[in-house]
């Protein structure tokens, strides 16, 4: 097992720095290269100070080749958080673009990287990096992820909450997408009939709780931006998790991830004939390649299929607008650029 160099992609930022002391700690990466608009050399040399094996490196965006060349992971937080009164959609305007170029970045330098992204609009910025790779005939779909783990985070934290008897550690299956109706948490999975002990407005209120629990940390920070800390445990639990198997090959390693379902067409084939969609968050088998498994959508309740149902035609618009995206911008690069 050879430590690898794993890069963040706005290291500078409220995620990046947290995600970056998490990460500083790990023997599995041997180099970890943060990249910041202007620079990240401060928070490089600030982590430096830590006596664990990884070298930390900081680079500027006009250093993008030098910081994702020979990358094994890039992980990418960059990009704006939401304000109040914001849906993550309202993002799209300003992180495509940013999570676009970082893409292009990554199919020039390190085409064979495994790719995590937590910049939002995930429903959409995940399609972006999918078809900027595929447009520089380097997309591996086992080797693209939209981190939805913070949802999976968040309810086991609140079912926990409901239920102090379930430890807070219990996983709770959340599938979906990464956004209001979206997030879908299948809570009749959860053992001892967890479900049938809640009320009816018991359960809508989880149910909307772990879907909206962005919004609650968006408003309790009052405009200064979303969730960072519990985005970066996330972030570390999701990158170390791959890391596991991809370097030092432990097999069982199970995370959500919003992937293209091609990750594994067997498992995924009839799901995508039913509901039309080529992306979805499910539970993930990491693999030395990545995905080695994408595990079943499991039989869900009546409620829960509502809750799908509601949420397939605002992933699919989501998906449309950020292949979209790409399709209109590769039309407008240059020669040069293709
Ligand atoms: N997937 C999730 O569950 C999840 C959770 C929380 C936040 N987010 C999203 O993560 C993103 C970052 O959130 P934050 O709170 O860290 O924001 P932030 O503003 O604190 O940090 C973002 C950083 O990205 C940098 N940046 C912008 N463009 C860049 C580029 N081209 N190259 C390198 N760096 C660049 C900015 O300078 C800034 O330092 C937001 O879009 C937010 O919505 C996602
Ligand atoms: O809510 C946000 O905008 C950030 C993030 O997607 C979250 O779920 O906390």
């Not at 790990?26 to 830590?50: E, F, N, Q, R």
């Not at 995930?122 to 999918?130: F, K």
């Amino acid at each position: 097992m050879s430590p690898v160099k794993v890069v963040i992609c706005g290291a500078a930022g409220g995620i990046g720095q947290p995600l970056s002391l998490l990460l500083k700690q790990s023997d599995l990466i041997a180099h970890l290269a943060l990249l910041g608009v202007v620079t990240a050399s401060g928070i490089a040399a600030d982590l430096s100070h830590i006596n664990t094996k990884c070298k930390v490196t900081g680079h500027g965006k006009d250093q993008i080749d030098e910081a994702l060349q020979g990358a094994h992971t890039v992980v990418i937080p960059a990009g704006v958080p939401r304000k109040p009164g914001m849906t993550r959609d309202d993002l799209f305007k300003l992180n495509a673009g940013i999570v676009r170029d970082l893409a292009e970045g990554i199919a020039k330098n390190c085409p064979k990287a495994f790719v995590l992204v937590i910049s939002n609009p995930v429903n959409s910025t995940v399609p972006i990096v999918c078809q900027v790779l595929k447009s520089h005939g380097v997309f591996n779909p086992s080797k693209v992820f939209g981190i939805s783990t913070l949802d999976v985070v968040r309810a086991s934290s609140f079912v926990s909450e409901v239920n102090p008897a379930i430890d807070p550690s219990t996983r709770v299956t959340v599938v979906g997408g990464h956004s209001g109706v979206t997030i879908v948490p299948l809570l009749s999975q959860l053992p001892n009939n967890f479900v049938d002990s809640l009320s009816r407005d018991q359960l809508d209120a989880l149910t909307h709780r772990i879907q909206y629990g962005g919004d609650e940390v968006v408003k309790a920070k009052k405009g200064a931006g979303s969730a960072t800390l519990s985005m970066a445990y996330a972030g570390a639990r999701f990158t170390l998790g791959l890391l596991q198997a991809t370097v030092a090959g432990k097999t069982g390693v199970v995370e959500s991830a919003y992937v293209h379902l091609d990750a594994d067409k067997e498992n995924t084939a009839a799901f995508k004939a039913k509901t039309g969609l080529d992306y979805f968050a499910l539970d993930v088998e990491f693999g030395r390649e990545g995905v080695s498994r994408i595990l079943k959508l499991p039989k869900v309740s009546r409620y829960e299929q509502a809750l799908l149902d509601a949420a397939i035609p605002e992933l699919k618009t989501n998906i449309a607008k950020g292949a979209a995206f790409i399709t209109d911008s590769v039309a407008h690069w240059p020669e040069a650029r293709l």
